[in-house]
């Protein structure tokens, strides 16, 4: 009897509860809490929420001073196009802001919320203790449209609504407004928003109190053939796998990395199709070896990179001949932006007799044109150079002065390809695996073709949807439809795991005389072996760790290395709406109840006295 007065009783409050608030369903499109070494960026709520009233804005113009006349806690909503600098410069200075809901625009202007100057504090020359707020140190900005918003300290929850939950937001925030476009002072509609984050301050006091996690995530690294001679030179080429956005859910680097990534796998497949068919290219012959990494955590000043040119300096990478030191490392090739513009650039820090070598075979290739520069964008390379400054460098970019994509770190960095699109990156991806080839000692050869097909493929898995013919194929299963996000995190994510996949497909050789039966970890080979379709396969792909030096040193306040860290947040969040009665009302409910109590009792109390006359007997 008891349980069932009890189950009950929760149905009863489980319907009370729906009557009351209405749920806004919002996905995973939350603001996070990041800390670096001397500072907190992101968004959060109270521990158990917080509420105001809905407050729509519809227009940045005077925004400020509407504000000033407000003494009432509110959650803006605002569209998309209206986060903005300005728009939150104002929300914060009021401070009884207490949430913001974006509407997102299936059609508006992109916009960049990174730095005007990625990898402030930590390119070369740089030192990020120098940093203060969102000033650059240099004075040429990469990004001249960062409006560096990711940046923001912002003491209240953001999160962006998509879809019909759109309308549900703004029809209820625009019942707000009388006719003079003025919150009325009758009832309205409330919100409560929750996302609590529960590091704080910096990341040695939240390492500290054991709040957030490095961000972090692997790198993943090709061999084209196993290395068999320690201290053999290497030809390191690198570009950067991951992204970022303000939505770390929506990090989608389409224009930034996305088709750097097809160029690279297209070059590592064109580089396995000499190693496979060009008897005159043995690639245990050649002068240097070949190693192609795909860097992770990179979009946080320069996590990734930072890490493995460390690992390279204190030869702490690899075991046996890939044991590998920075002194081994002949030339490193980044692949930089190339999506924009067909104008390519080989940028260098200093052209020494190496990185002349290299834009020498550059200069020879026919059907692109590339332009020497004697500077270094916001890259990966200034990580090499802050280990070994007599290192040699040359960045491949369609970057000359500034950054040509106008939604750098941004949820807007969609890449939108053509055909002509795909066979310049086809085009490109056979040039560089000429261009290496030639730099290791191996012959200029007709078989350093990309597939084109193949790299058209792989921009569908990057780009469009990771529900792609090459992912299924690798996977034996379908992904979840939808574009893929690259965010690093603190983990090892899909994302990771679908790159090492494609890296295995473009690198693979087949090994005909190991039947698929025996193919397995514990067969004697110096591949790495996996089953593909039937068949036996070897490949050189391994990862390693891309948290940043600063944690491997136990250092949480280093200005040398990236120190980014990620908060540890309560699983319960959640955004839901419900009425609100003006303040005057509440109190005249509240006093005509009691009026209405205190009378009901005194009725009641005289009933009781007079029991026995009420109800004396006849």
């Known amino acids: 009897m008891i349980l069932v007065v009890l189950l009950f009783a929760l149905a009863a409050s489980e319907t009370l509860n729906d009557l009351i608030y209405t749920k806004v369903n919002f996905g995973d499109t939350i603001c996070f809490r990041m800390n670096n070494f001397n500072s907190q960026t992101g968004c959060q709520t109270g521990r158990d929420g917080d509420n105001g009233i809905l407050y729509p804005v519809q227009s940045e113009n005077g925004l400020a001073d509407d504000l000033q006349t407000l003494d009432i806690p509110i959650i803006a909503v605002l569209n998309a196009s209206l986060f903005t600098n300005t728009t939150i410069n104002a929300l914060k200075a009021y401070s009884q802001t207490k949430g913001v809901l974006i509407m997102e625009e299936d059609d508006m202007e992109p916009q960049s919320m990174e730095k005007s100057c990625p990898g402030n504090g930590y390119n070369i020359g740089e030192s990020a203790s120098d940093v203060v707020g969102r000033q650059c140190l240099n004075s040429h900005k990469w990004n001249p449209l960062g409006n560096w918003l990711m940046y923001y300290d912002l003491p209240f929850g953001v999160s962006l609504i998509k879809g019909d939950e759109r309308e549900k937001v703004t029809s209820r925030a625009l019942e707000n407004l009388g006719s003079d476009g003025k919150i009325i002072a009758t009832r309205r509609w409330g919100g409560e928003i929750k996302v609590f984050m529960n590091a704080a301050q910096d990341t040695k006091t939240c390492i500290r109190r054991g709040?957030?996690?490095?961000?972090?995530?692997?790198?993943?690294?090709?061999?084209?053939?196993?290395?068999?001679?320690?201290?053999?030179?290497?030809?390191?080429?690198?570009?950067?796998?991951?992204?970022?956005?303000?939505?770390?859910?929506?990090?989608?680097?389409?224009?930034?990395?996305?088709?750097?990534?097809?160029?690279?796998?297209?070059?590592?497949?064109?580089?396995?199709?000499?190693?496979?068919?060009?008897?005159?290219?043995?690639?245990?012959?050649?002068?240097?070896?070949?190693?192609?990494?795909?860097?992770?955590?990179?979009?946080?000043?320069?996590?990734?990179?930072?890490?493995?040119?460390?690992?390279l300096r204190n030869e702490s990478f690899g075991y046996g001949p890939y044991n590998i030191s920075l002194s081994d490392v002949k030339l490193v090739i980044e692949i930089g932006p190339i999506s924009i513009s067909n104008s390519l650039y080989l940028h260098s820090y200093k052209a020494d007799d190496t990185v002349t070598q290299a834009r020498g075979y550059f200069s020879n290739t026919s059907g692109l044109v590339f332009t020497p520069r004697d500077t270094l964008p916001p890259s990966s390379l200034h990580s090499f150079y802050r280990e070994d400054d007599d290192l040699s460098g040359l960045l491949v970019t369609d970057t000359d002065s500034k950054l040509l994509s106008s939604a750098y770190g941004s949820r807007y960095d969609i890449l939108d390809y053509t055909d002509d699109d795909v066979d310049l990156y086809s085009n490109l991806s056979g040039v560089l695996a000429s261009v290496i080839l030639?730099?290791?000692?191996?012959?200029?050869?007709?078989?350093?073709?990309?597939?084109?097909?193949?790299?058209?493929?792989?921009?569908?898995?990057?780009?469009?949807?990771?529900?792609?013919?090459?992912?299924?194929?690798?996977?034996?299963?379908?992904?979840?439809?939808?574009?893929?996000?690259?965010?690093?995190?603190?983990?090892?994510?899909?994302?990771?795991?679908?790159?090492?996949?494609?890296?295995?497909?473009?690198?693979?050789?087949?090994?005909?005389?190991?039947?698929?039966?025996?193919?397995?970890?514990?067969?004697?080979?110096?591949?790495?072996?996996?089953?593909?379709?039937?068949?036996?396969?070897?490949?050189?792909?391994?990862?390693?760790?891309?948290?940043?030096?600063?944690?491997?040193?136990?250092?949480?306040?280093s200005d040398q290395y990236s120190t980014w860290t990620e908060s540890r947040w309560t699983a319960s969040y959640g955004i839901r709406l419900f009425t609100m009665t003006d303040h005057d009302e509440s109190v005249g409910v509240f006093v005509g109840g009691l009026v209405y109590f205190v009378v009901l009792s005194a009725v009641i109390w005289q009933c009781h006295r007079k029991r026995e006359h009420i109800f004396a007997e006849t």
């Open 211 to 311: 709040t957030c996690d490095p961000i972090s995530g692997v790198t993943t690294h090709v061999f084209m053939a196993p290395r068999e001679v320690a201290g053999k030179p290497i030809i390191l080429v690198v570009t950067k796998a991951d992204a970022a956005a303000f939505f770390k859910s929506l990090s989608y680097g389409g224009e930034a990395s996305a088709a750097s990534i097809a160029v690279v796998l297209g070059t590592i497949g064109a580089l396995a199709n000499v190693r496979d068919n060009d008897a005159q290219n043995n690639f245990a012959d050649l002068e240097c070896d070949i190693m192609v990494s795909f860097l992770q955590a990179e979009s946080w000043d320069y996590s990734g990179s930072q890490r493995l040119a460390y690992d």
């Open 438 to 557: 030639q730099i290791a000692g191996g012959n200029s050869t007709s078989y350093a073709v990309a597939n084109s097909t193949l790299i058209s493929e792989t921009l569908e898995c990057l780009a469009v949807n990771k529900n792609c013919t090459l992912l299924r194929d690798s996977l034996n299963q379908d992904p979840a439809d939808g574009l893929l996000s690259r965010y690093s995190s603190v983990g090892i994510r899909n994302d990771t795991k679908y790159l090492i996949l494609l890296a295995q497909y473009y690198s693979k050789t087949l090994l005909e005389d190991i039947p698929v039966e025996s193919c397995n970890s514990t067969t004697p080979s110096s591949w790495y072996l996996y089953k593909f379709q039937g068949s036996c396969y070897g490949t050189m792909v391994n990862t390693t760790y891309a948290t940043s030096p600063a944690f491997v040193l136990g250092n949480y306040t």
